[in-house]
């Protein structure tokens, strides 16, 4: 299985700014997108974002225009780059890696995840 390590999560006020950083430590498989969830307490794990291996990025609405998808092909590493925060974006992040055409939006169609990371936002 791939193992994928994220970082840069933490505690910041409404308006503010963190960047996340998902790094592929191992690819055991051809990875065909690699995606952001999150995860708040009590709900479901939802779906934020993905780059595909061509670099075509989508973020859903919710986010669109604070938050941009972006990589390092040459340090094997996935960014989220999260801009005016809010108190509802606070999560713990999840960064997946998948193969396949199936869909990139359900968490289920990822095979490797990263362990998270908590983001915390102050109003």
């Known amino acids: 299985q791939a193992q994928l390590a994220e970082s840069g999560g933490g505690r910041v006020q409404a308006g503010g700014s963190l960047r996340l950083s998902c790094m592929i430590l191992?690819?055991?498989?051809?990875?065909?997108?690699m995606g952001w969830f999150r995860q708040a307490s009590g709900k479901e794990r939802e779906f934020v974002g993905r780059i595909t291996t061509s670099g075509h990025t989508y973020v859903v609405e919710s986010v669109k225009g604070r938050f941009t998808i972006s990589r390092d092909n040459a340090k094997n590493t996935m960014y989220l780059q999260m801009n005016d925060l809010q108190p509802e974006d606070t999560a713990v992040y999840y960064c997946?890696?998948?193969?396949?055409?199936?869909?990139?939006?359900?968490?289920?169609?990822?095979?490797?995840w990263g362990q998270g990371t908590q983001v915390t936002v102050s109003s």
């Open positions: 997946g890696a998948k193969r396949g055409v199936s869909s990139s939006e359900s968490h289920e169609n990822y095979e490797a």
């Open positions: 191992r690819r055991t498989f051809d990875i065909s997108a």
